[in-house]
T-cell receptor
C-alpha cells in the first residue's frame, strides 16, 4: 500500500515560534488532508489540499503533488496548537492512509 | 449543520462481550468510513460503506468484526467477543460522494476491554 511519512515526529516549540511540518507520500494520490488531533482526541480538519497552497489564519499548507510532498506551516504558535498533526492521503477506493503524525508541544 | 456524531464516546466491555459503536454521518453525506487508532499510532482504514452496501472492507479483521449502514438509522460497527487487543479509539468519517472529496471525522469512540 501507499506509504505516508511525516517529519519531524516530535517538536517542542516556544510560544510565538514558527514551524514547518512535512508529509511525504510514495505514490500518486487523489487528495490530501491535514488534521489536528487535540489533547481530547478529537480530529479537526485543517486543510483539504490535493495541490497548491491554502491559508487559514496562522496556518498554511502547500502540496506539490508531482513531487509527492506536502508542508504545513504554523506561524506565531500558541499553546492551543499543541497536539498531533496528521497528514492523510486518499488513494484507491476512497481510502485515507495516515502518517504516524507530528507530536507538537508548545510551551509558554 | 451538525457534524459526524458518534456514540458512545467511551465504552468499557469485559472480554468476551459484544461492542456496538454507532455513527451518524453529516447531513447530506451518504458515504461512511470507519478507522481504528491504536495507542501511539496513526489511524488505519477498516471499512467503507454506502447506504445498504459495503464498498470496501479490506481493512476489517476477518473474524468478530462487522459493519453495516442500513437504509434508516446510523452506521454500526460491531465487535463480537472482544479481546484486550481491541482496545482502541474507533473513528467514523463521512463524505458527500465518492472520488476526491473531503472527509469529516466524528469525535471517536474509545473502547476499553477489561
Amino acid at each position: 500500500g501507499i506509504q505516508v511519512e511525516q517529519s519531524p515526529p516530535d517538536l517542542i516549540l516556544q510560544e510565538g515560534a514558527n514551524s514547518t511540518l512535512r508529509c511525504n507520500f510514495s505514490d500518486s494520490v487523489n487528495n490530501l488532508q491535514w488534521f489536528h488531533q487535540n489533547p481530547w482526541g478529537q480530529l479537526i480538519n485543517l486543510f483539504y489540499i490535493p495541490s497548491g497552497t491554502k491559508q487559514n489564519g496562522r496556518l498554511s499548507a502547500t502540496t506539490v503533488a508531482t513531487e509527492r510532498y506536502s508542508l504545513l506551516y504554523i506561524s506565531s504558535s500558541q499553546t492551543t496548537d499543541s497536539g498531533v498533526y496528521f497528514c492523510a492521503v486518499m488513494y484507491g477506493n476512497n481510502r485515507l492512509a495516515f502518517g504516524k503524525g507530528n507530536q507538537v508541544v508548545v510551551i509558554p | 449543520n451538525a457534524g459526524v456524531m458518534q456514540n458512545p464516546r467511551h465504552l468499557v466491555r469485559r472480554r468476551g462481550q459484544e461492542a456496538r459503536l454507532r455513527c451518524s454521518p453529516m447531513k447530506g453525506h451518504s458515504h461512511v468510513y470507519w478507522y481504528r487508532q491504536l495507542p501511539e499510532e496513526g489511524l488505519k482504514f477498516m471499512v467503507y460503506l454506502q447506504k445498504e452496501n459495503i464498498i470496501d472492507e479490506s481493512g476489517m479483521p476477518k473474524e468478530r468484526f462487522s459493519a453495516e449502514f442500513p437504509k434508516e438509522g446510523p452506521s454500526i460497527l460491531r465487535i463480537q467477543q472482544v479481546v484486550r487487543g481491541d482496545s482502541a479509539a474507533y473513528f467514523c468519517a463521512s463524505s458527500p460522494s465518492s472520488g476526491s472529496t473531503e472527509a469529516f471525522f466524528g469525535q471517536g469512540t474509545r473502547l476499553t476491554v477489561v
